[in-house]
């Protein structure tokens, strides 16, 4: 089945540092990638929608600044947390859209920032 | 805009037994219906969906959803479950007008599975 890899996992970086996060459709084409977020015990919260080409679609109240988001391939997204604070410790998940409505999620990746 | 309550942050039951996870939602517009599953180290996996049709629907693993509009839940169950059923499960809606993609899930509900 089609998979979506999430890299990395886990990271820990200095207040002020900025972290990248990759997110790759496997064995399919992607048009569309989301980036969501989630707290402990909370929902998981779509902070932006990633279309291969353009660019990508902010949810209110997500900084995009702050969170930068490129869809440079159509297997390829990435999310760069910019100037990463202790506040943006969190856990954050990408999802993939492949054709005939499937949406395939990464394994997510902890960000906690000292 | 839509919202997911799943009431039960974790639910205890020993291997064999009957399960129930609840959700309900709420929405001003027609919606989809998701659970989604994320077992340890992996990433959420549609376990079942209701789109239209039989508000009963199934999994191939022997979970099954009804949707119920009146009360607009969508709880699922599991007559009988097993140690690998130990895993978070969400509950998701979309706006049939945005269709599928844009999700908002509930907070989750670990479901511990013991011998």
């Known amino acids: 089945g089609a998979v979506v890899s999430q890299h990395p996992s886990r990271v820990i970086c200095k207040s002020g540092t900025s972290v990248k996060i990759e997110c790759r459709s496997l064995?399919?084409?992607?048009?569309?990638m989301f980036w969501y977020r989630q707290f402990p015990k909370k929902s998981l919260m779509l902070m932006a929608t990633?279309?291969?080409?353009?660019?990508?679609?902010?949810e209110q109240g997500v900084e995009k600044d702050k969170f930068l988001i490129n869809h440079a391939s159509l297997t390829l997204s990435t999310l760069t947390v910019t100037s990463a604070h202790p506040e943006d410790s969190s856990f954050y998940i990408c999802s993939a859209h492949e054709l005939n409505e499937k949406l395939f999620f990464g394994s997510g990746t902890q960000l906690s920032v000292l | 805009a839509q919202s997911v309550t799943q009431l039960d942050s974790q639910v205890p039951v020993f291997e064999e037994a009957p399960v129930e996870l609840r959700c309900n939602y709420s929405s001003s517009v027609s919606v989809y219906l998701f659970w989604y599953v994320q077992y340890p180290n992996q990433g959420l996996q549609l376990l079942l969906k209701?789109?239209?049709?039989?508000?009963l629907v199934e999994s191939i693993n022997g979970f099954e959803a009804e949707f119920n509009k009146s009360q607009t839940s969508f709880h699922l169950r599991k007559p009988s479950v097993h140690i690998s059923d130990t895993a978070e499960y969400f509950c998701a809606v979309s706006d049939q007008g945005t269709g599928f993609q844009k999700l908002v899930f509930g907070t989750g509900t670990r479901l511990l599975v013991s011998p």
């Open positions: 990633s279309n291969e080409g353009s660019k990508a679609t902010y």
């Open positions: 209701y789109l239209s049709g039989s508000t």
């Open positions: 064995d399919f084409q992607a048009t569309t």
